[in-house]
């Protein structure tokens, strides 16, 4: 199975509504997976892997007012023995006062250095995202509950002004003012230090996110660049 390869664009155009599409097909065809609570080292400025807190240290950017609103509301319906922030929820809420600076829109408040949403290791109610684990609890998909950048990491999608979306990995450089000081960039192949890497699964990623995938780029692209990764027959 292809593991790390840099960065190679495939075109796809939509043939329900002509979407153009610029896909890093290195990364779909490759065996990245979420290593999150199997060795995954945070976000941080040092490797942290014992606080389990993968991507969700700066708290969860939303899309938009429709999906803060959302979220503020499924926060206060969650589960107590599910959520271990809930009296904080409570009282103060879930989201920040002030817009932030990805494009002036809204984020989940960072409560003892994560996400609100985020249940520390050993909680009762179950480790990581409230939000994942109370859609679960509910027989639904937690990408109807968690913030749309929360469910699409690793992928990014970056739109050109002739329409044109890019759907690629996220890069070092994507994390901003914060990039000179991450430590571990699970995208990456090649780790600071020996750190490992995420390019350890046993299935590519058009398969292993196919629902995400179906969700950026709808049915029609999602089975092509998951039928390119299966076993060429002559």
Known sequence: ??????????????????????????????????????????????????????CCSEGAHLLGEDEAMLIDALGLTLDPTRFENHAEAATNGVLRDAPTNLDGGR?????NDACIFHNRPGFS?????????????????????RPTLCWQVPIRIDEDQDGTKTVRRWRRSDWGEHADGLAWCCTEHSQPGGLPSAY???????????????????????????????????
């Open 200 to 234: 350890v699964g046993e299935v590519p990623v058009a398969v292993s996110l196919r629902s995400e995938i179906r969700g950026i780029v709808g049915p029609e692209i999602a089975q092509a660049l998951h039928d390119r990764t299966l076993p060429k027959t002559r």
């Open 107 to 111: 984020a989940t408040r960072v409560v």
């Open 1 to 54: 199975m292809p593991s790390y390869r840099a960065e190679q664009f495939e075109e796809f155009t939509d043939p329900v509504d002509g979407t153009r599409w610029r896909i890093d097909v290195a990364f779909t065809d490759s065996n990245w997976q979420c290593l999150w609570g199997n060795g995954c080292q945070g976000i941080l400025d040092v490797p942290a892997p014992e606080l389990g807190q993968g």
């Open 125 to 145: 109610g179950g480790g990581g995202c409230a939000l994942y684990l109370a859609a679960l609890d509910e027989n639904e998909s937690p990408m109807d509950w």
